[in-house]
């Protein structure tokens, strides 16, 4: 009987002591290398009783011996312990392969790469993090496959034309839709000086986590209405749990023009012209002063006016960002300075810009977070391309008349304005003052279902200063300024609920539905004056004269629901379902909402047995989609006839300038795409393939209408569009050891054609060759082809259809003359490490697009008039017999001078974009200053450029153009050639 009493005593003393709470503390680190883990989430199964890993991987914990602790870490696979009798517990956590797979942001979510079904294009913050960026379209140029970006202008924070597989508009919108952690942006020029710049430049590179493409309807019909020009989503960089580091990093450098060209020097003028005038019967000394304004011939000076409009430009950039955080709160904070000195004399760009995101989890099932973006940018513009006043166009200016007059000042008799003058009396200042920021709530009902709530701003201020004195060409006798002001609000709100369910072991299902409203006002106001005292004074409150006032306001708002789905199939079999429902104010009352939907499907066919133990074939998947994308970027009140108020002797009235159309709808954009993704030897080589077809029906298009019924068009919905394409892009990890080689490379290729037009032909302005027509790709070159000279006389001759000649301009035949759409593009980049160095090249190509040099037009018609000329105009006719494509000089009379295809020419180029040469400071001599890591480097960009091309930049596209005219080129300033030090530190 005793030995039972003791044995229940006994055990009665195990279970209080196996019940006892005890500290139970230890370390957690990495399986595979053995480092520390912070931020590891420590807790007691079934309890809320939880704590986290600090910056060495420690953690403590009060349990009980019966315990079993749950630790769990991004990247990590989930570890269950039990306490037993141990006070010091040390875990190693093994890395979960799926978690470290490559995740896609697809709107609304993220999902594997392995899993999409779309094509979606990904530019991660570690492939350019190492080099020097001011713009960040920059980072995509030439990385991409089916994403053309053309810059447009060597003009600091010129707007980019980026297109996404082809052109699907002919006057709405060819730009992506811009979203930025989940914020649709305004993108489009919302100043009033004729000029587009870029609201993108606003947006700090060193930011951005990633940049994802959207390109088949798949992948961008969640975002339906916008969606036919593709989707880009910016994701910016977010806090991390673990100890606080602190970054700066700063770069530095010089830049010049690209290329400059050749022009007549002073003997080669005069001798040009002579025989221009002899030819004519003309006395050139008399001309050239009744045209110039001045005796200038007869003297002796001599300018280079060529490299009078251009400077050593500058850039400079500072940033500094601190990040860090525990289980339940990250922070990242960034700052940034950019200051840069354009190469077009009078063109500066300052940026300062600051950013804080927030992340906390209330509860282990509500988290709530924040970003916010603030920015200020200052642009001192130039003119726009065309205009004469750009000081481009001072090439123009014969080298035989000085810069500056005899009492020192600048030159005001020079045959065209001489635009150094502005440099000292003029003023072109715009100023963007931006908030880019959104908050959400994300809830997790239960385990399958989470609840988010989100809403997001967009507000940009714009002011605009402009001043001309009175010895400006715009300044009039005594000075003129004006003062315009842009407000632009944008709020999205979204809603949506994701259920991710796994069924069985088998099935996954992924479900999302959602709500957006999204409301977008504008206010306008300006205001001019002139007739001011002296130059002294350049505010509108010191002008005699108010000479202009206005204000206005404009808005549209969407309304949309959406549903998506995913289904997995034994992690191989996938397939995909979008619709989106979209209401807009812009359409008419009878279409103002409309539906776009898509379907996807995909076959992960390495997962498949026959071919789970082949040795070449790390993966390979399959995929095929087909949707509907709209487009809605037309103007607020297209589908309304309206009425502006007019005045007359002291009296106002209303007068009808835009005939409604009420039957407005969307443009839309059916869109079908077969690709293969695919991994071979481990994934040393890896790529995608991807063939698809655009077609683009009802289509948005301004018809003009007769002068004498009131107005001068109207838009409706005809015509459709197509695009069709291929695009290749390959990865292959070279060497993989010591000495380290990458290289990717990608090529797109697309062909448009206009398929409908209801007959309708539009062209582009008098000096552009532009036109649009059915059965011909978008916006072709038409007009006079230009056959060379006449060997006997040193006529212009020209050609007709039927091959022959003549050297009658107006008698010619037009024909199509060339394509503005390149047939390829692409880019191809190597990296290079060895020990503690890196080397990144990355080139970009364009090929097959024609460019239109209109400039050619004043500068490269063989004294035509008295525009300096370009010295191949040298080689022009002068005997019978001689062969030459330079017609016989003849002073106004115009021989040769009509525009035809004598200036379209070849604009394929292969550009040496960006080359960087990195050196990482040793870790024991980083350790010694105090440091994490510390590089330094060297970069160049847009360092080579080979290009047939005679024109200052085959990266062009005159700022006026607009959607009709590519490829024109109008005393266009070039990219710039810029060399750079920098430094990156971490702490």
């Not at 002296?534 to 549903?563: H, P, R, W």
């Not at 060497?735 to 309708?760: D, P």
């Not at 060997?791 to 050609?799: C, Q, R, T, V, W």
Request: hydrophobic share 35%; glycine share 10%.
């Amino acid at each position: 009987m005793r030995k039972i009493v003791l044995l229940v005593l006994f055990n009665c003393f195990c279970l209080f002591s196996w019940a006892q709470v005890k500290q139970v503390s230890g370390t957690v680190t990495s399986k595979e290398d053995g480092a520390a883990v912070p931020g590891v989430s420590v807790v007691v199964k079934g309890t809320s009783n939880g704590t986290q890993t600090d910056g060495n991987g420690k953690f403590s914990i009060k349990a009980e011996a019966s315990a079993i602790l749950v630790f769990k870490a991004v990247g990590f696979s989930d570890q269950e312990i039990k306490v037993g009798s141990r006070d010091v517990l040390n875990v190693s956590l093994l890395s979960d392969q799926k978690q470290l797979q490559e995740v896609v942001v697809v709107g609304y979510g993220t999902q594997l790469k392995r899993d999409l079904t779309g094509a979606i294009g990904k530019v991660t913050s570690k492939e350019f993090k190492e080099q020097p960026l001011s713009s960040f379209e920059s980072a995509l140029q030439g990385r991409t496959t089916g994403v053309y970006i053309n810059s447009g202008s060597g003009k600091l924070g010129q707007a980019m034309n980026i297109r996404v597989r082809g052109i699907s508009s002919i006057s709405a919108s060819n730009q992506p839709l811009f979203v930025i952690d989940g914020v649709p942006v305004v993108t489009e020029d919302l100043g009033s000086q004729g000029e587009p710049m870029n609201p993108m430049a606003d947006i700090n590179p060193d930011d951005i986590e990633s940049i994802e493409v959207l390109k088949d309807a798949a992948s961008a019909a969640i975002y339906g209405s916008r969606a036919s020009n593709g989707v880009i989503i910016v994701s910016t960089k977010k806090g991390k749990v673990g100890k606080t580091k602190v970054s700066f990093s700063a770069f530095g450098g010089v830049s010049d023009a690209t290329h400059l060209r050749q022009f007549l020097n002073p003997a080669q003028y005069r001798e040009l012209f002579t025989a221009a005038a002899e030819n004519m019967d003309y006395n050139i000394a008399e001309e050239f002063e009744a045209e110039s304004r001045s005796d200038d011939w007869n003297k002796s000076f001599e300018t280079d006016w060529n490299n009078a409009a251009f400077q050593k430009g500058a850039v400079q950039q500072y940033s500094a960002s601190v990040t860090g955080g525990d289980a339940k709160t990250t922070f990242f904070v960034s700052s940034t300075l950019n200051d840069q000195k354009g190469v077009i004399l009078g063109n500066n760009f300052k940026r300062m810009s600051g950013r804080l995101s927030l992340d906390h989890g209330i509860s282990p099932k509500v988290k709530i977070g924040t970003s916010i973006n603030l920015v200020k940018s200052v642009n001192d513009r130039v003119s726009a391309d065309n205009e004469f006043s750009n000081p481009v166009q001072l090439n123009a200016i014969p080298p035989i008349q000085p810069m500056y007059a005899e009492d020192g000042e600048y030159n005001n008799a020079t045959l065209y304005y001489n635009n150094l003058i502005n440099l000292d009396n003029a003023l072109n200042t715009q100023t963007n003052f931006r908030t880019l920021g959104n908050a959400y709530l994300s809830w997790n009902v239960i385990p399958e279902l989470t609840f988010r709530s989100e809403v997001g701003l967009d507000y940009l201020n714009l002011e605009e200063s402009v001043w001309n004195g009175r010895k400006t060409l715009d300044g009039g006798p005594q000075g003129f300024s004006s003062d315009n002001q842009v407000r632009s609000s944008n709020w999205v709100f979204k809603n949506n609920l994701t259920w991710d369910k796994t069924l069985s072991q088998f099935h996954n299902l992924q479900v999302l539905a959602g709500f957006d409203y999204q409301e977008s006002t504008l206010l306008g106001t300006s205001v001019s004056g002139k007739n001011f005292a002296s130059d002294t004074f350049k505010k509108i409150q010191n002008a005699a004269v108010i000479s202009a006032g206005s204000t206005s306001e404009t808005g549209y708002s969407f309304v949309s629901y959406i549903l998506r789905g995913n289904y997995k199939f034994k992690d191989r079999y996938l397939f995909g379902a979008t619709l989106r429902v979209d209401g807009s104010s812009r359409f008419g009352r009878d279409n103002r909402y409309g539906a776009f939907p898509s379907i996807s499907a995909g076959w992960v066919a390495s997962e498949e047995n026959f071919l789970a133990n082949n040795n070449a074939i790390s993966f390979l998947k399959l995929r095929a989609s087909y949707g509907v994308t709209g487009n809605s970027e037309i103007g607020n009140f297209a589908s309304r006839s309206l009425y502006s108020s007019i005045f007359y002797a002291d009296q106002s009235g209303l007068i009808p300038t835009t005939l409604g159309s009420p039957d407005l709808g969307w443009e839309r954009t059916a869109q079908g795409d077969i690709g293969i993704d695919y991994g071979f030897f481990n994934n040393r080589i890896s790529g995608e393939i991807d063939i698809y077809q655009k077609k683009t029906n009802d289509l948005l298009l301004v018809l003009p209408l007769p002068s004498t019924n009131g107005y001068t068009g109207i838009t409706k919905n005809i015509g459709d569009l197509t695009n069709r394409g291929i695009e290749f892009s390959i990865n292959t990890q070279n060497l993989i050891h010591e000495f380290k080689w990458s290289t990717s490379f990608n090529i797109s290729f697309n062909r448009n054609k206009v398929t409908n037009m209801n007959g309708a032909i539009i062209s582009g302005g008098s000096r552009t060759l532009s036109r649009i027509e059915e059965g011909q790709p978008y916006g072709i070159f038409y007009g006079k082809k230009y056959a060379g000279v006449d060997p006997e006389n040193g006529d212009a001759l020209y050609m007709n259809k039927d091959g022959s000649k003549t050297n009658d301009y107006d008698a010619a035949d037009e024909m199509i003359l060339g394509n503005p759409n390149p047939d390829f593009t692409g880019g191809l980049g190597n990296k290079f490490s060895y020990h503690n160095f890196d080397l990144d090249i990355q080139t970009q190509f364009v090929s097959g697009n024609d460019l239109y040099n209109i400039a050619g037009f004043f500068q490269s018609v063989n004294g035509d008039y008295f525009d300096n000329q370009t010295v191949d105009q040298m080689n022009y006719w002068k005997t019978p017999g001689q062969i030459t494509n330079i017609p016989q000089p003849r002073l106004y009379e115009g021989n040769g001078a009509g525009k035809s295809s004598r200036w379209v020419e070849d604009g394929s180029y292969l550009r040496l974009k960006a080359v960087t040469l990195g050196y990482n400071i040793p870790l024991a001599t980083t350790k010694r200053l105090g440091i994490e890591n510390l590089r330094i480097y060297a970069s160049a960009q847009n360092l080579f450029t080979w290009t047939n091309y005679t024109g200052y930049d085959p990266e062009v596209n005159a700022s006026y153009t607009g959607n009709v005219n590519l490829g024109h080129d109008f005393y266009t300033p070039p990219q710039a050639r810029t060399i750079m030090l920098g430094v990156n530190v971490g702490f």
